[in-house]
């Protein structure tokens, strides 16, 4: 899943009050700072995804601006596209094989949720199905909404599946297998020492890809958009530069706090069973990445790291983030992460045929 600006039916029931906003970004940079300052990996992100999961389950109301939110993951999607230059381009056709084995794993990732949310969870089989599917949040809970299904519990069970990848996948690189997760990526440089030019042609990266790729309903068109324009940018070589580092710490701020406060409205009673449930779920896909990641790296030619990542059931913007904080291809790593939301897109309608009652389809 990624995040993406949600697809509201009005904007007075959308657009949180600014009081709510500004307590949810305050605690958000308070808990980047804290885990910064102790050195955290990926520490922005994880901080303000802590410090806004925990307002959010304590009952406290946490929301951010959904045009806020696209714009921060805009600027994450121009900065992916700084990976994607011409040497790493040439590898691309030799991706399939990572990709065909993405696609069978994702088919089992989803059948398996499907059994565990169906068998212990004693979910209808839409709920049931469009919580197990490890594919884009808004798609999933739209798809699953619209043929009947719980739409608390697919929200939920989405939510629980990034924070929990987020937050495993990071500590997992540092103490097992001992490799430098820093607090961002080494290659940004300050606002302060940035080229004019440079900037402009992001900012115009970020803004007309994102409008783009909106008018063609693209999926995560947040960050697809932008990605795009800024990897033909940085392939042909008009810019070398990505955006400056302090606005890719305020990027991952604004995302860790959108990422807890899809949490907000929900007390442990009600959501505890959601919750276990995508645990469960979601470790077992970790585990079957990790382990798949390692067997098989030689085999197909990718670092263990960076299969890792592409296989692991997280979204697309926070597995290409660590990606490039890592220093792994993050162009591969994203390449898979957009073919397996194409993927579940396409074929997510069509098993639920197979699936699904004939009376909860339309």
């Given at each position: 899943?990624?995040?993406?600006?949600?697809?509201?039916?009005?904007?007075?029931?959308?657009?949180?009050?600014?009081?709510?906003?500004?307590?949810?970004?305050?605690?958000?940079?308070?808990?980047?700072?804290?885990?910064?300052?102790?050195?955290?990996?990926?520490?922005?992100?994880?901080?303000?995804?802590?410090?806004?999961?925990?307002?959010?389950?304590?009952?406290?109301?946490?929301?951010?601006?959904?045009?806020?939110?696209?714009?921060?993951?805009?600027?994450?999607?121009?900065?992916?596209?700084?990976?994607?230059?011409?040497?790493?381009?040439?590898?691309?056709?030799?991706?399939?094989?990572?990709?065909?084995?993405?696609?069978?794993?994702?088919?089992?990732?989803?059948?398996?949720?499907?059994?565990?949310?169906?068998?212990?969870?004693?979910?209808?089989?839409?709920?049931?199905?469009?919580?197990?599917?490890?594919?884009?949040?808004?798609?999933?809970?739209?798809?699953?909404?619209?043929?009947?299904?719980?739409?608390?519990?697919?929200?939920?069970?989405?939510?629980?599946?990034?924070?929990?990848?987020?937050?495993?996948?990071?500590?997992?690189?540092?103490?097992?297998?001992?490799?430098?997760?820093?607090?961002?990526?080494?290659?940004?440089i300050s606002i302060m020492d940035f080229p004019l030019f440079d900037g402009?042609?992001?900012?115009?990266?970020?803004?007309?890809?994102?409008?783009?790729?909106?008018?063609?309903k693209l999926p995560a068109a947040a960050f697809l958009g932008p990605m795009?324009?800024?990897?033909?940018?940085?392939?042909?070589?008009?810019?070398?530069?990505?955006?400056?580092?302090?606005?890719?710490?305020?990027?991952?701020?604004?995302?860790?706090?959108?990422?807890?406060?899809?949490?907000?409205?929900?007390?442990?009673?009600?959501?505890?069973?959601?919750?276990?449930?995508?645990?469960?779920?979601?470790?077992?896909?970790?585990?079957?990445?990790?382990?798949?990641?390692?067997?098989?790296?030689?085999?197909?030619?990718?670092?263990?790291?960076a299969l890792i990542l592409a296989l692991s059931p997280g979204g697309l913007?926070?597995?290409?983030?660590?990606?490039?904080?890592?220093?792994?291809?993050?162009?591969?790593?994203?390449?898979?992460?957009?073919?397996?939301?194409?993927?579940?897109?396409?074929?997510?309608?069509?098993?639920?045929?197979?699936?699904?009652?004939?009376?909860?389809?339309?």
């Amino acid at each position: 899943m990624t995040l993406e600006e949600p697809k509201p039916e009005t904007a007075a029931e959308t657009k949180p009050a600014a009081r709510i906003v500004a307590i949810s970004l305050l605690a958000a940079t308070m808990g980047g700072a804290l885990f910064a300052f102790v050195g955290a990996p990926l520490a922005w992100m994880l901080g303000a995804m802590a410090a806004s999961t925990c307002l959010a389950v304590l009952g406290a109301k946490t929301d951010v601006y959904p045009s806020a939110v696209s714009a921060m993951i805009a600027v994450l999607g121009v900065l992916m596209g700084s990976a994607f230059t011409p040497e790493i381009i040439s590898q691309a056709p030799g991706w399939l094989p990572s990709i065909l084995t993405m696609m069978l794993v994702m088919t089992l990732f989803a059948a398996t949720g499907y059994y565990i949310f169906r068998r212990f969870g004693g979910h209808d089989p839409v709920t049931a199905y469009f919580a197990a599917v490890p594919g884009g949040f808004t798609e999933m809970t739209l798809m699953g909404t619209d043929l009947g299904g719980d739409t608390k519990t697919i929200a939920l069970a989405h939510a629980t599946r990034i924070l929990m990848v987020v937050s495993v996948i990071p500590f997992y690189f540092r103490g097992v297998l001992g490799l430098e997760v820093p607090t961002l990526p080494s290659n940004l440089i300050s606002i302060m020492d940035f080229p004019l030019f440079d900037g402009v042609l992001l900012l115009a990266c970020g803004a007309l890809g994102l409008r783009w790729a909106k008018a063609l309903k693209l999926p995560a068109a947040a960050f697809l958009g932008p990605m795009a324009l800024s990897s033909l940018a940085h392939g042909l070589g008009w810019i070398t530069n990505a955006p400056p580092l302090e606005l890719i710490a305020i990027a991952q701020i604004v995302v860790g706090a959108s990422i807890g406060s899809r949490f907000a409205g929900q007390t442990w009673r009600e959501a505890k069973k959601t919750i276990s449930l995508s645990v469960s779920t979601t470790g077992l896909m970790i585990l079957a990445a990790t382990l798949l990641g390692i067997l098989v790296a030689e085999l197909l030619g990718q670092p263990p790291e960076a299969l890792i990542l592409a296989l692991s059931p997280g979204g697309l913007t926070e597995m290409a983030l660590i990606a490039l904080t890592l220093g792994v291809n993050t162009a591969f790593v994203s390449t898979l992460h957009i073919t397996r939301i194409l993927f579940v897109l396409v074929a997510a309608p069509l098993a639920a045929k197979q699936i699904l009652p004939p009376d909860r389809l339309r």
